[in-house]
């Protein structure tokens, strides 16, 4: 009977609306990833296991009241800077990035962290000012976000920067950023493009370069683009059928269980599957986005909205990458790609969401 009702009050955490959208996405991925990795069922059962780990930390983290979740910001946040630091110093370089870092037995990538840290952070610090906040918190708030950013952008990992930069910038945004505000910062981005160009890395600007026109190096920078351009094309109104593409299949896209995944979906489903599975990723967002206008609290609601427009940009990043309207910056397509350490992030996010709808008592300040 004990372990009834201790089961019994797990369950009661979890939101069933958004778990079955997410099982929905996960058992699409399964098919997806099975059709791109080769009919690979070692593969396969690697992707299981990680949404089996990843459903795992959502169901922990969605059991743990929201104060504790504000209790952890700070220390999180400061974890995360101090082992960036570390990366900057002493983290291994792969294929000329330092983004990697030993810690005991195992290698971890510190700006996976602060995916989450970044807006844990923000958000309990306008939590904590919500009674005086004024113009200068939001300056503080910019500095806080800036030194993780800075610190992921020298590694260079471009595509995180700017990805924890998009998580942290939700976060002002809901806290009542003003437009002007706002509107100056995008004319100061604007303007400052120029000077950015020359710290950009020259595969940077390469890869800038090959988006406006991909046929200028068709067989270097420009070959992802392309070949991910015609997987997509090729897949017509229909598709080609599930395990029937050809540009994955043959090895001409490249990455395709992993970042490029979205061109085998397009190839095999067609115009039709893509719609649905944008469908699937706006009910997904609409449900996160309806727990974070009803949450108790700024924080919960900091949070929630934030994590949930993080998810929305991680999806049109990708989406983007690969349709050739976006560089390619290495980001990939939540649920859906290859991958361990990216699938636990967005499902630890999932789970805060759902602790945030299923407790509903104020945080305490």
Do not use: C
């Not at 089961?7 to 099982?23: E, G, V």
């Not at 946040?77 to 630091?85: A, D, E, K, N, R």
């Not at 706002?182 to 950009?200: D, R």
């Not at 269980?257 to 489903?269: N, P, Q, R, S």
Request: hydrophobic residues 55%; positive net charge; without cysteine.
């Amino acid at each position: 009977m004990r372990i009834k009702a201790w089961l019994t009050k797990i369950a009661s955490h979890l939101d069933y609306p958004l778990l079955l959208l997410l099982f929905a996405l996960m058992l699409l991925s399964l098919f997806l990833q099975y059709s791109a990795a080769g009919e690979d069922t070692g593969k396969l059962m690697a992707h299981a296991i990680n949404m089996l780990v990843a459903i795992g930390i959502m169901v922990i983290v969605a059991n743990i009241p929201p104060q504790y979740l504000i209790a952890s910001a700070v220390p999180l946040y400061t974890l995360g800077v101090i082992l960036l630091i570390g990366v900057a110093l002493f983290g291994d370089v792969v294929n000329g990035s330092r983004r990697w870092l030993h810690v005991g037995v195992t290698r971890i990538q510190p700006s996976e962290i602060m995916k989450i840290a970044m807006p844990l952070m923000l958000a309990w610090y306008f939590h904590y000012h919500e009674a005086t906040l004024k113009l200068k918190d939001y300056g503080i708030a910019a500095l806080l976000l800036a030194i993780p950013v800075v610190l992921v952008a020298k590694q260079p990992d471009l595509g995180t920067a700017l990805l924890i930069s998009a998580s942290g910038f939700y976060v002002l945004f809901f806290a009542g950023l003003p437009w002007r505000i706002m509107l100056g910062m995008g004319v100061l981005a604007g303007a400052s493009m120029p000077v950015l160009w020359h710290f950009l890395h020259d595969y940077q600007r390469k890869r800038v370069l090959t988006l406006l026109d991909p046929m200028t190096d068709p067989l270097g920078a420009g070959y992802h683009i392309i070949q991910s351009t015609i997987a997509i094309g090729s897949g017509g109104a229909f598709g080609k059928g599930w395990l029937n593409g050809t540009q994955s299949h043959l090895d001409f896209l490249p990455e395709h269980t992993t970042d490029f995944v979205f061109a085998v979906f397009g190839e095999e489903f067609g115009l039709l599957g893509n719609i649905l599975l944008l469908l699937l990723y706006f009910a997904i967002i609409a449900r996160g986005l309806s727990i974070a206008t009803n949450a108790p609290n700024l924080f919960a609601r900091l949070m929630a909205g934030s994590i949930t427009m993080a998810f929305f940009t991680y999806a049109f990043v990708n989406m983007g990458m690969v349709s050739g309207i976006l560089p390619v910056v290495g980001v990939p397509l939540p649920m859906m790609s290859y991958g361990g350490t990216a699938m636990v992030i967005v499902m630890l996010g999932f789970g805060i969401l759902m602790s945030v709808k299923t407790h509903r008592k104020l945080i305490k300040s």
